[in-house]
């Protein structure tokens, strides 16, 4: 574990693991469905607001993350789409798409496991979250909770996924060739009107 892992686990309490497992029960959901595997959970004052995991690939539709799940179905709960004083707990550091949509609704802190150091726009590729002066409203960020948990996860299910579509041992080119075709019961139009008349 880094140094700085181990910071951050100094910053969570056993509430924040219990939510935490609670999102990567959801990541395990989204990989039994096919779906890279994470989950998020959204809460206010221990009380569960929202839920998702990611089904981009079932829903069709490329915004289906896990936090953008969570935050739809807790907006729908409440009646808006402020969420104020909420805590987001997210298995893998949110994208940039992610990290606007948390800021627009005003979550309070964002909980993260693993880093994702191609998309993450918590540190590891952009710097969205926390948000900064740019924005009319901050949003506190940490990450590492369960770090080594959700990262298992995902790096499992990548490498299921390389390993399946490996392609097999290859093929002589003599099973290459095509078939020869069956003969046709009648060979032209020609004979099909000869036959007929």
């Keep these: 574990m880094t140094e700085e892992a181990t910071q951050a686990e100094t910053d969570f309490d056993g509430t924040d693991e219990f939510w935490m497992r609670q999102a990567i029960a959801l990541a395990h959901r989204a990989q039994l469905e096919g779906e890279v595997p994470v989950g998020a959970v959204l809460v206010r004052d ?21 936090e953008i799940l969570a935050l739809r179905q807790a907006g729908s709960r ?40 191609k998309a993450g726009a918590a540190g590891s590729r952009f710097d969205l979250l926390p948000s900064d002066h740019r924005f009319n409203h901050r949003t506190q960020c940490v990450g590492g909770l369960l770090a080594e948990e959700c990262g298992h996860l995902l790096r499992s299910f990548f490498a299921a996924r390389r390993k399946k579509a490996k392609p097999g041992p290859e093929i002589p080119p003599e099973r290459h060739q095509k078939p020869e075709p069956a003969p046709m019961a009648i060979a032209s139009r020609e004979e099909a009107c000869q036959n007929s008349c």
């Design 46 to 66: 221990g009380e569960l607001l929202g839920e998702g995991w990611n089904s981009p690939i079932g829903r069709h539709d490329p915004s289906a993350h896990a």
């Design 78 to 117: 409440v009646g808006n789409y402020r969420l104020p004083g909420t805590a987001l707990y997210v298995t893998l550091e949110p994208c940039p798409m992610c990290a606007g949509a948390i800021i627009h609704a005003r979550v309070a802190r964002v909980i993260y496991g693993a880093p994702d150091p």
